[in-house]
């Protein structure tokens, strides 16, 4: 099992970021997908939820409006589209997938850092 993040980097205050991740070794259509982000000094939190078909998504609170989660079980990737981005969206990005209570992985993470 393997969950690769890629598109984090250096990003100024206002811009935007669209961050992936690529599945495999299990069924990527039948696990909801999420994203979690760890800044330094703080526990990791949840940003964005996908489910397994993509019908339902939910987002934490300071990121409703400006991220948008997506995926495309044809290529087993999950998106995580950010936009308006602020400094205190600087965190290590976190892919998850979940299969009920048993099946939990997680990716190695992207660092995104919003400055000027």
């Known amino acids: 099992v393997q969950l690769v993040e890629s598109g984090g980097g250096l990003v100024q205050p206002g811009g935007s970021l669209r961050l992936s991740c690529v599945a495999s070794?299990?069924?990527?259509?039948?696990?909801?997908m999420s994203w979690y982000r760890q800044a330094p000094g703080k526990e990791r939190e949840l940003v964005a939820a996908?489910?397994?078909?993509?019908?339902?998504?939910n987002y934490a609170g300071s990121m409703k409006g400006r991220f948008t989660i997506s995926r495309d079980n044809a290529k087993n990737t999950v998106y995580l589209q950010m936009n308006s981005l602020k400094p205190e969206d600087t965190a290590v990005y976190y892919c998850?997938?979940?299969?009920?209570?048993?099946?939990?992985?997680w990716g190695q993470g992207t660092q995104v850092t919003v400055s000027s």
């Open positions: 998850r997938a979940r299969r009920g209570i048993s099946y939990d992985y």
């Open positions: 070794g299990f069924t990527f259509s039948s696990y909801a």
């Open positions: 996908i489910s397994s078909v993509g019908g339902s998504t």
